[in-house]
């Protein structure tokens, strides 16, 4: 597809954008130069590619300060497959910080296909970089909320104690005993679990356990 470049001025990026007046001028004349290339086929091997309108089109400039510059169609919703994974590695990046998101995915070039298996298998396992399927399942698995993504915080409660079998509560009792005791000839019986306290430990009442019948 040739586009007509003839009069575009040539512009060299300083890593800030002209001021808002000017930038809506030139995404605006960005749209008017091209809204008449009617070039190519929509994709139709995967559904959602093949419902878009091929009649729409729009040009949005959006700033890292929130400003947003469009037009045309820039309102009509579309599927933007794996223009989500530089999204959501983006996302990965802010809660968990670029070198903890460079370690666990990488940014290096397979050299392979971007849903190849043996790319995975070549580096044991890493799926290199987030913008093949294996990288961007790593990134989308690794997404977290703000403050619960180091290993740290993960867990806000001390680990839960499995229980002795000494202290291991029996069916029938319960969560207000403290643990079961089973007598050599008979049913187990639940013991109440007395509060610390400084005076001599009294001894602790027991009941025998309930038959379902409640006899």
Not at 62 to 75: L, P, Q
Not at 135 to 154: P, Q
Request: proline letters at 7%; a neutral charge; hydrophobic letters at 35%.
């Amino acid at each position: 597809m040739d586009l007509d470049v003839v009069g575009v001025e040539q512009l060299v990026s300083t890593g800030a954008l002209p001021d808002a007046a000017r930038v809506d001028e030139l995404v605006a004349s960005a749209h008017e130069r091209n809204r008449w290339v009617s070039d190519g086929v929509v994709a139709d091997y995967i559904p959602a590619l093949a419902a878009a309108d091929p009649e729409a089109f729009g040009v949005c400039v959006a700033d890292v300060g929130g400003s947003v510059h469009a037009a045309g169609d820039v309102d009509v919703e579309f599927s933007i497959q794996s223009i989500s994974k530089a999204f959501v590695y983006a996302l990965v990046c802010e809660v968990m910080g670029h070198r903890e998101a460079l370690a666990r995915v990488g940014v290096n070039n397979t050299g392979l296909s971007f849903n190849s298996v043996v790319a995975i298998e070549l580096n044991d396992g890493h799926p290199m970089n987030p913008m093949v399927n294996a990288g961007a399942i790593a990134t989308t698995g690794s997404r977290r909320s703000r403050g619960t993504s180091s290993a740290s915080t993960r867990r806000s409660t001390p680990p839960r104690r499995r229980p002795t079998s000494a202290t291991r509560r029996s069916p029938g009792c319960s969560r207000a005993t403290g643990g079961s005791t089973r007598t050599p000839d008979g049913p187990s019986t639940c013991t109440r679990a007395s509060a610390p306290s400084s005076s001599p430990p009294a001894t602790s009442r027991s009941w025998r356990r309930r038959s379902p019948t409640g006899e």
